[in-house]
């Protein structure tokens, strides 16, 4: 399915990831789901008087959902729209309903003041980065779409056989049509095994056909390095890889750590190996 499925619960936050997403539909030719999902209280939901409690409040969202696409249906026309409103978890439902349609992506915005990346941890967006199967866009607040040419794609050439989605990174390669930066970040070699240059390698058959480069970069923060590669070089989207045991596994169980999606302003487009 050629869809994009926005999650929304009508605040800025996540408009400001629907507009992304809509204009980047505009702009690669895919069509819109928008996603509001009521999560129950205490409640059991599966009592019926609980469902039929909350059926009115279900009806008003559906007629705000409806009042939203109309409105952007008008100003999008050359769009499709779907709507889908369900009562239950978000995260659960969100991945069943991404099982479902098999979207091209999912594209959450995060929330916060943007002083700190430890802010997000336990946010929805970010939950949905280690559970979620399909690829999600991560947009943060006040990132605006544009064009994508250039991607930033953070790799620690470490068992690539076993965990490089590579058929999601040739996908979005060719959808794009943008030059994949591959980054590896070490410092005084801590990261380098006999098997590395193997791997590297393995990496460079697997990436045949796909416009890329790679850049080797000395520092001992990750954060930091992403961070001045993405500026430098003026990349317009950040790919993660999320694996156990990886910097990026570390970095979100962390106390204490630096913003990134804030920081760079550009989205994060997370994808995992099925």
Known sequence: MNTILVPTDFSAC???????????AQAYKMEIM??????????????????????????????????????LQTEYSDIPFHTKVELGFFLDSLKNISDEINPV??????????????????????????????????????TSFKPIHELCLACDFKNVSATFPLLSVKAFSHLLVAKIHVLNIDFENQNFSP?????????????????FESHFVENKNVEDAIDDFIEKNKMDMLVMLPKKHSFLDTLLHKKHVKEMAYHTHIPMLVLRIN
Do not use: C, R, W
């Not at 996540?14 to 980047?24: E, G, L, T």
């Open 105 to 142: 992506f999912v594209a959450m915005g995060i929330s916060g003041s943007g002083t700190a990346f430890q802010k997000l941890i336990g946010s929805n967006a970010i939950v949905a980065m280690n559970t979620l199967h399909h690829p999600l866009l991560i947009v943060p607040k006040n």
């Open 14 to 24: 996540a408009d400001n990831a629907m507009m992304y997403a809509i204009q980047f």
């Open 34 to 71: 928008l996603l509001h999902i009521v999560q129950p209280s205490t409640v059991d939901f599966s009592n019926t008087m609980y469902i039929d409690s909350v059926a009115p409040f279900i009806a008003e969202v559906e007629a705000k959902m409806n009042a939203k696409v109309e409105a």
């Open 195 to 211: 098997s590395t240059p193997d791997e590297i390698a393995a990496f460079n058959d697997m990436m045949d056909g796909i416009d």
